[in-house]
């Protein structure tokens, strides 16, 4: 039997930019995720710290060292530029895996997004 854990998060980062017309996804900062062991296209859950939204996409990379987090799509409307997220990302492993895995946190500094 395998359980879904929590293999990745993102904790509380701002929105930068909110895109209604994009296709649909988060697009992250790179150094953010590479630094969660998170890849593009990896489903995630999107916690909103501001108005308690909790809802699902996949990422997109964004630019390097940039800050950028940018809801696009649909859950532009979930969002408003300026609200703080937690990005978690799941593994699927088994209850003994789960046990002694560590999961990648990254803290980054909540007012540019950056790694200090």
Do not use: W
């Not at 699927?92 to 946190?105: C, G, H, I, N, V």
Request: charged share 25%; hydrophobic share 40%.
């Amino acid at each position: 039997m395998l359980i879904q854990v929590v293999k990745s998060k993102i904790h509380r980062v701002k929105v930068t930019q909110a895109d209604l017309n994009y296709i649909g996804s988060i697009t992250i900062d790179e150094e953010l995720m590479e630094a969660a062991e998170i890849v593009e296209g990896e489903r995630v859950q999107i916690v909103n710290v501001n108005n308690g939204e909790r809802f699902e996409t996949y990422t997109i990379k964004g630019e390097k060292k940039s800050g950028v987090i940018c809801l696009n799509g649909p859950a532009a409307r979930r969002v408003a530029v300026g609200d703080t997220i937690i990005i978690i990302g799941y593994g699927f492993m088994t209850p003994d895996e789960a046990r002694s895995f560590k999961p990648a946190l990254v803290f980054p500094n909540e007012e540019t997004n950056l790694i200090d």
